[in-house]
Each structure stands twice: as structure tokens, then as C-alpha cells.
């Protein structure tokens, strides 16, 4: 089992920056593809970044392709999400996920977060 904790929400301005952590225990998620989602309120959970255990590539959704940048440290056990020129459409719930099937757009996840809200508001 993998258990995964998100921090790092909050609320923030437009064109501000936020950096999320999604911290993995119980076992080591080197193995694994990583993703961020996200669910804004009245809406489907849906695919953000996502990068394979590897490091070796990276995916994002259009919406935040640019703004986006996801990463990882196995060493440490943690994926990151760096967000920057936030927009209020981004306001949103966002989770962590993690598979052990090859393909990283999908929903289709092992192992999830519980979440961490994050609000863009002027």
C-alpha cells in the first residue's frame, strides 16, 4: 500500500505561484508513475501533469501546459507541482495519484491523496 498526503494549497492572487508536495509512505514510489489531478467544484477530477517513474518524461494537460511543472525526488519519496501565473480558473481541489500501468493520462490510478485545496481569488 502507498499511502500519498498533498500540501502546499492555499489561497493566492492571479499570476501568483504555489508548489505543491505530495509525500508517498509505506513504500517507495520509485516504481511508480506519478500524477497531479485536480476537481474544481461542480466538476470531474481531471488530469493536470503526470511523469513517469523514470523522470524520463512528462505530460500536461493543455490548460496548464507552460504553467505547469511537475516533478519528482525518489530519493525523498515526493512529487512536487510547481505552479506558476495562477488563474483563477485553476481553483481547484488537487490530488495526487499514483500507478504502476504505463500510462499516465489517465484516471485509471492506484493510489490517491486526500486533496489540498487551492483557491486563485483576487
Known amino acids: 500500500q502507498v499511502q500519498l498526503e498533498e500540501s502546499g494549497g492555499g489561497l493566492v492572487q492571479p499570476g501568483d505561484s504555489l508548489r505543491l508536495s505530495c509525500a508517498a509512505s509505506?513504500?517507495?514510489?520509485?516504481?511508480?508513475?506519478m500524477g497531479w489531478f485536480r476537481q474544481a467544484p461542480g466538476k470531474e477530477r481531471e488530469f493536470a501533469a503526470g511523469?513517469?517513474?523514470?523522470?524520463?518524461?512528462?505530460y500536461y494537460a493543455d490548460s496548464v501546459k507552460g504553467r505547469f511543472t511537475i516533478s519528482r525526488d525518489n530519493a525523498k519519496n515526493t512529487v512536487y507541482l510547481q505552479m506558476n501565473n495562477l488563474k483563477p480558473e485553476d481553483t481547484a481541489v488537487y490530488y495526487c495519484?499514483?500507478?504502476?500501468?504505463?500510462?499516465?493520462?489517465?484516471?485509471?490510478?492506484?493510489?490517491w491523496g486526500q486533496g489540498t485545496q487551492v483557491t486563485v481569488s483576487s
Open positions: 509505506g513504500r517507495t514510489i520509485s516504481n511508480y508513475n
Open positions: 511523469i513517469k517513474w523514470s523522470s524520463s518524461n512528462t
Open positions: 495519484a499514483a500507478r504502476t500501468g504505463t500510462s499516465i493520462v489517465t484516471t485509471k490510478y492506484d493510489y
